[in-house]
Nanobody, 121 residues
Framework: VHLVESGGGLVQAGGSLRLSCVVS????????MGWFRRTPDKGREFVAA????????EYGDSVKGRFTISRDNAKKSVYLQMNTLQPEDTAIYYCATVARDLAGSWQYDYWGRGTQVTVSS
């Protein structure tokens, strides 16, 4: 299974970025997909998820109203549009297959190498 993220970079506060993730060697349209991010101080944080149909998007509290997740099953790709970026959004962003466990927590079975997003103040 391969997940390859792209689109990260350096942006000023208030700016926007669009992350992309291309998936291979996986029945993409059968999986819910999502994004999580990782920082040294906060560790891993759920960002967004979308069902295999492209519906029912869910977002972490810190990004609601600013980020939008979408997917294109024909292109085996998932996207994350990030608007009104803030310095606290600085992190490595990972694309992943997602599912909730019995306790309702997000679980990630496969993820890519990540893409760095840095937001300057």
């Amino acid at each position: 299974v391969h997940l390859v993220e792209s689109g990260g970079g350096l942006v000023q506060a208030g700016g926007s970025l669009r992350l992309s993730c291309v998936v291979s060697d996986l029945p993409f349209s059968s999986y819910s997909m999502g994004w999580f991010r990782r920082t040294p101080d906060k560790g891993r944080e759920f960002v967004a998820a979308i069902s295999w149909t492209g519906g029912n998007p869910e977002y972490g509290d810190s990004v609601k109203g600013r980020f939008t997740i979408s997917r294109d099953n024909a292109k085996k790709s998932v996207y994350l549009q990030m608007n009104t970026l803030q310095p606290e959004d600085t992190a490595i962003y990972y694309c992943a297959t997602v599912a909730r466990d019995l306790a309702g927590s997000w679980q990630y079975d496969y993820w890519g190498r990540g893409t760095q997003v840095t937001v300057s103040s």
